[in-house]
């Protein structure tokens, strides 16, 4: 029998090396069924429209497929609408191994928005590489100055509805960016936050923010497990206090949900928090 490597249905790969961050990306898209022009309108292909939504995803060498294929079947019910989804990843021209420790050693820079010297020293023994941190920034004005125009130049893309998820610190990540960018993205996914990071430069950066804004239009979807307490200081007092906060600035334009998962962990609470998060974020 003749192996091949596995594809996702209605996809593509591009390698983005960016003028912001100086780092290659891998972007994998993923097209809705119905994106393709047919003269066979009916399912999976039914209900075409001129332009589609747009998940931007972190970590897409983890969960691209997950989402892609979460998106698509949800959609097929009819609640929901499909989306396109960019997955926003790493270089996977390596073993498997090796793939997972660089981009959790890239990640870490991308996604921090400050410097933690602590933390570059931590995980550059965990990992066995050079670990940087507080790129955020700069992660930021990639998605926002190169790959965004990209996206909405050569595909059916709605500018009126990008989506932004992330877990972990992409959770952390998506928090900032709702700070640092409010407006860029119609929904922000903000998946088990590790809102602790940086002396909790977040919940600093939200009181800043506060001062001259009175507005933050915005979707957010704010999760957690139940068992995550104890995986990063206080993940889940921290996640239920970041919301409290936000609900309590009375921020006009802002739609806020906070939900924790019980009896899950830091990794099981993932495809839930995506699959909820989703669901409200592309509802009809």
């Known amino acids: 029998m003749t192996a091949n490597q596995a594809t996702i249905l209605a996809s593509e790969v591009r390698m983005m090396k960016s003028k912001s961050s100086g780092r290659e990306y ?8 119905a994106y393709f022009d047919s003269p066979d309108k009916s399912w999976p292909a039914d209900n075409p429209l001129e332009k589609w939504p747009v998940v931007y995803l972190t970590d897409a060498n983890w ?12 959609a097929w019910c009819g609640s929901t609408t499909d989306a396109i989804i960019v ?7 390596k073993d498997a191994e090796e793939v997972i420790r660089d981009s959790s050693a890239w ?4 996604f921090s928005p400050v410097r933690n010297e602590k933390f570059e020293e931590e995980g550059s023994k965990e990992l066995g590489r050079k670990v940087e941190s507080g790129g955020a920034g700069k992660f930021l004005e990639f998605i926002k100055q190169e790959l965004i125009p990209t996206i909405e130049a050569e595909f059916k893309a ?10 972990s610190f992409g959770g952390v990540f998506s928090a ?17 936050p590790s809102l602790g990071y940086g002396d909790q430069y977040v919940f600093k950066q939200e009181e800043e923010f506060a001062r ?15 068992l995550e307490e104890s995986t990063d200081s206080f993940m889940v007092s921290n996640m239920v206090r970041f919301g409290a906060i936000l609900e309590g600035r009375k921020y006009k334009g802002l739609s806020l949900v906070s939900k924790i998962f019980a009896n899950e962990n830091h990794c099981e609470v993932v495809p839930l928090c995506f699959q909820a998060g989703l669901k409200m974020a592309l509802k009809k």
């Open 176 to 192: 900032f960016a709702l700070l640092k960018e409010p407006g860029l993205f119609e929904n922000y996914i903000v998946a088990s």
């Open 212 to 226: 001259s804004h009175k507005k933050l239009p915005a979707k957010v979807y704010l999760c957690v497990g139940g």
């Open 158 to 167: 709605d500018p009126k509805r990008r989506i932004l998820a992330g877990h």
């Open 107 to 110: 990640r870490r820079d991308d």
């Open 26 to 33: 891998r972007i994998s898209i993923a097209l809705p069924y």
């Open 87 to 93: 997955g926003i990843g790493y270089p996977q021209d």
């Open 63 to 74: 969960y691209f497929g997950m989402v892609t294929d979460m998106v698509r079947v949800t």
